[in-house]
Structures are given as C-alpha cells and as structure tokens.
C-alpha cells in the first residue's frame, strides 16, 4: 500500500510531479518518465473519454505485452517486463519522446518503465478495477487517497 511503501509513495508523487525530498532518486526518475509517458497517452488519447492508464494497458497489450499488464491489474503475482519489451509494445517514436522530456536517453526510460510499470499500475488499479474515464491527475490523487 502507499501509505506503507515510501518507494511507491515517490513514484506515485512523480506522477503528480511532486518530490518527496528523502532519496530513491531512481524512484524520481522512474516517476517522471512513466508521467511522461502517461502523459503523452493522455495527449493522444482521442477526446479524453480514455484516461491515459487505460490508454497505456490497451497500448501494451497491442503490443504483445497484454499478459503481463493483465497481471498487474489483477491480485495476482505482477508478471516482470524487460526494457527490450517495453520498447517494442510502445508505438514508434514514443520512447525517444518520454526519455527527451524526463531528460534521460531512450535506454534509461525503457529500463525505468520496465521497472516501474508493474509496481505502479499495480497500485492505481486496487481491487483489479482499471478506473474509468479522468485525468492522470484524477486518477493518481484518487488512488493515492484510497491506499494511504
């Protein structure tokens, strides 16, 4: 739970862009790329009926990663992904986007994801219940109050 993993707290709160200010800069980091990447689902994401976590586990499943995005969702035991997969499931030219605007290269992005992805849409999915509809900001602030 958020409220018990200060690890998930930071990654959660770098989805926010806020900083928690005692270490896991790895954690930052993590939070900052996998909010860019969210956020640039959110801007691609057709009117904003989808919000940008639906957006990314229809993405990853389209590309071939939907067995382990199913697994983060459910209470079952979250499935690992490698750096080499998260770059195949992401659309073309989507990872050098992420890793330009959280100022990292394309490799650092594609290991932060593949490390951060199935802790935190483990968390913003409790009760193995993707939410509908709202913004990243909604949706996180809506979790984050739920867990803690």
Known sequence: MAGDDPGLERLLGGLLGKQSGTGGADTDMAGNVLAALLGLLESQGGGGSVNPLEGL???????????????????????????????????????????QQAGVSPEEAADQLAQSLPTAVDALTPGGRVPSGGSLREVVEQRTRARG
């Open 57 to 99: 586990l229809k993405c990853l499943s389209a590309g071939g990663l939907g067995d382990q995005a199913r697994s983060w969702v459910s209470g079952d035991e979250n499935e690992p992904v490698s750096a080499e997969q998260v770059t195949k499931a992401l659309p073309e030219g989507a990872l050098e986007q992420v890793a």
